[in-house]
């Protein structure tokens, strides 16, 4: 499988949701090639090269009460994400990776 990368996406804070649980609205989902509700990843932190962490385990849901164009995390999550306010994701088979730009998603 390719790599797939959404365009930009909004960060919004979900105090419902766990860390590693990445909510995104069926749209943002399609251009990673899911369409199912929810797919267990693999979360790769790329959002720069001198603060990567170890991958733990995740999922991505489709949500359409989430706004197109957003991804909503956790508190924690975010935190992880040094609180950006706008990612990347990209996949490839089941490592989804959270990155700054839609330049830093290699592997």
Same mark, same amino acid.
């Given at each position: 499988m390719e790599m797939?990368? /959404?365009? #930009?996406?909004a960060v919004f804070v979900n105090s419902?949701?766990?860390t590693?649980?990445?909510v995104m609205h069926p749209? $943002?989902?399609? $251009?990673?090639?899911? #369409?199912? $509700?929810?797919?267990?990843? /693999?979360?790769? #932190?790329?959002?720069?090269k001198k603060a990567a962490r170890d991958p733990f385990p995740g999922a991505v849901q489709l949500n359409n009460s989430c706004r197109s164009g957003t991804l909503e995390v956790s508190q924690k999550q975010w935190e992880l994400m040094h609180k950006q306010?706008?990612?990347v994701l990209a996949i490839k $088979? /089941?490592?989804?990776?959270?990155?700054?730009?839609s330049g830093g998603a290699t592997s």
């Open positions: 797939r990368r /959404t365009h #930009m996406l419902r949701l766990e590693g649980i990445l749209n $943002d989902g399609f $251009d990673l090639g899911l #369409m199912h $509700d929810r797919y267990s990843v /693999t979360v790769h #932190m790329k959002l720069d306010e706008q990612v $088979d /089941t490592d989804v990776f959270i990155v700054a730009d």
